[in-house]
T-cell receptor, first 114, second 113 residues
């Protein structure tokens, strides 16, 4: 993607509840990938989930799922049954085809309220 | 399998000193990336290598920064001389040739006083 935008600098959710983090992107490519990365206080960047644009089915990894709206260029992350360990910065990212760079959003800081 | 390995995890040095950060990518990965993360600028790509060859170093801030990848299992990022504004977390990431996702190391927190 040429640009990746995360419009929610901070979000909070009650433990065990569901939260959705938003991401929009802009690209001229017809086929591309989208990723969500998690950065907990330990600062390690952890790949949470990936979506391939040509696949119509939304990706799911356990409690994490995406809502991929290709026409709207929207790629949101839904976390179900939130746990204290989900507290982290979450980054949306997409590679720029042709040069392999990952374009990152500015991140959303997620707080879990016990 | 071991992930991306970076050393040191923390580095504190004085202005003017040389700093060398090290990275071992995941075995079998043929692309390696160096990033810098700061509060002000977020994640910035500094340089990346394909098959040990530097492909794009347009993100390297200035000539004080240099990176090498002498073989498929080792890369260094060197800052000489270091300045306080170089203080940041530096990440190394690697990627296999058949996928687009990158896997990150734990990062090196650099503090230049």
């Amino acid at each position: 993607a040429q640009t990746v935008t995360q419009s929610q600098p901070e979000m909070s959710v009650q433990e065990a509840e569901t939260v959705t983090l938003s991401c929009t992107y802009d690209t001229s490519e017809s086929d591309y990938y989208l990723f969500w990365y998690k950065q907990p206080p330990s600062r390690q960047m952890i790949l949470v989930i990936r979506q391939e644009a040509y696949k119509q089915q939304n990706a799911t990894e356990n409690r994490f799922s995406v809502n991929f709206q290709k026409a709207a260029k929207s790629f949101s992350l839904k976390i179900s049954d939130s746990q204290l360990g989900d507290a982290a910065m979450y980054f949306c990212a997409s590679p720029n085809f042709g040069n392999e760079k990952l374009t990152f959003g500015t991140g959303t800081r997620l707080t879990i309220i016990p | 399998d071991a992930g991306v390995i970076q050393s040191p995890r923390h580095e504190v040095t004085e202005m003017g000193q040389e700093v060398t950060l090290r990275c071992k990518p995941i075995s079998g990965h043929n692309s390696l990336f160096w990033y810098r993360q700061t509060m002000m600028r977020g994640l910035e790509l500094l340089i990346y290598f394909n098959n040990n060859v530097p492909i794009d170093d347009s993100g390297m801030p200035e000539d004080r920064f240099s990176a090498k990848m002498p073989n498929a299992s080792f890369s260094t990022l060197k800052i000489q001389p270091s300045e306080p504004r170089d203080s940041a977390v530096y990440f190394c990431a690697s990627r296999s040739g058949t996928a687009y996702e990158q896997y990150f190391g734990p990062g090196t927190r650099l503090t230049v006083t």
